[in-house]
């Protein structure tokens, strides 16, 4: 099961990053990895047990279940809907409060679904998602040091 993780230091709290980390909708706008997501099934906050909905520039549509939270050190979320090559896909947060602010850790934990294709389907995926996970970090980080400019 691959798992992928890219860090960054942010001039933020770790409370001011966590909040940044699990922003939905129209204040999701600095992720490039996200053009749709919204807390569904009755969740309005990062909590375990809530769900969220998000859509990718690729068209990958999941929904995922945040498992594990504990604010403003760590969160995880586990796929409980998404594409059928997938068989699972989780991921989550740690902040740790560094000199100068927060170091954030994202990571990524995946199975893809068919076993048949796995080492030709995970040679082709592992890129891809190790590219889209430093993307998204890069953006985290920019708009963290744009709240910490304003």
């Known amino acids: 099961m691959p798992q992928l993780e890219a860090s960054?230091?942010?001039?933020l709290s770790p409370d001011e990053a966590f909040a940044l980390a699990h922003t939905v909708g129209e204040a999701r706008s600095w992720d490039p990895g996200v053009v749709r997501s919204q807390y569904i099934r009755g969740a309005s906050a990062p909590a375990p047990g809530a769900h969220f909905f998000t859509k990718t520039p690729s068209g990958r549509r999941m929904i995922l279940e945040?498992?594990?939270v504990h604010a403003p050190l760590m969160s995880s979320a586990e796929m409980v809907k998404g594409p059928a090559w997938l068989a699972s896909f989780g991921e989550g947060w740690r902040f740790e409060a560094v000199d100068g602010g927060t170091k954030a850790t994202w990571k990524y934990t995946y199975k893809l679904a068919s076993p048949v294709f796995a080492s030709t389907l995970?040679?082709?995926t592992k890129p891809v998602f190790e590219r889209e996970l430093q993307e998204r970090a890069e953006a985290f980080a920019s708009?963290?040091?744009?709240?910490?400019?304003s």
């Not at 960054?8 to 001039?11: L, Q, S």
């Not at 708009?143 to 400019?149: F, G, I, P």
């Open 8 to 11: 960054v230091i942010v001039p």
């Open 143 to 149: 708009r963290a040091d744009e709240l910490a400019a």
């Open 66 to 68: 945040l498992r594990v």
């Open 122 to 124: 995970g040679a082709a």
